[in-house]
Nanobody, 118 residues
Framework: QFVESGGGLVQSGESLKLSCVSS????????VGWFRQAPGKGREPISC?????YRDYIINDKDRFSISRDEDKVYLEIMNLKPEDTAVYHC????????????????WGPGTRVTVYG
């Protein structure tokens, strides 16, 4: 129900801007969050943005992450990438306008893979 994109193979210190679009519902009707799952680890929440633009950063290293949205997409910019950012990144929605972003209905999509080297 989400299609994530923007991942890739990048060198430490670079930045990436990930994006997600919705399929089957209007993305601008719900709060949306980003999660990631590193190899061999559980899924970790990163950030959430409400319909009204309120931003909540859950991840510890929050200064390197920036969530934003427009009418059609939700974005996650990751700055000064580190090897520990290597993971598959996913979008997830709340079923209401406010964070946190999660729900018992949607399945998890394939996400977008970020691999950081160096």
């Amino acid at each position: 129900q989400f299609v994530e994109s923007g991942g890739g193979l990048v060198q430490s210190g670079e930045s990436l801007k990930l994006s997600c679009v919705s399929s089957g519902f209007r993305i601008n009707s719900f709060a949306v969050g980003w999660f990631r799952q590193a190899p061999g680890k559980g899924r970790e929440p990163i950030s959430c943005i409400s319909v009204d633009g309120y931003r909540d950063y859950i991840i510890n290293d929050k200064d390197r992450f920036s969530i934003s949205r427009d009418e059609d997409k939700v974005y996650l910019e990751i700055m000064n990438l580190k090897p520990e950012d290597t993971a598959v990144y996913h979008c997830r929605r709340s079923l209401v306008r406010t964070c946190p972003a999660d729900n018992p209905v949607d399945s998890w999509g394939p996400g977008t893979r970020v691999t950081v080297y160096g």
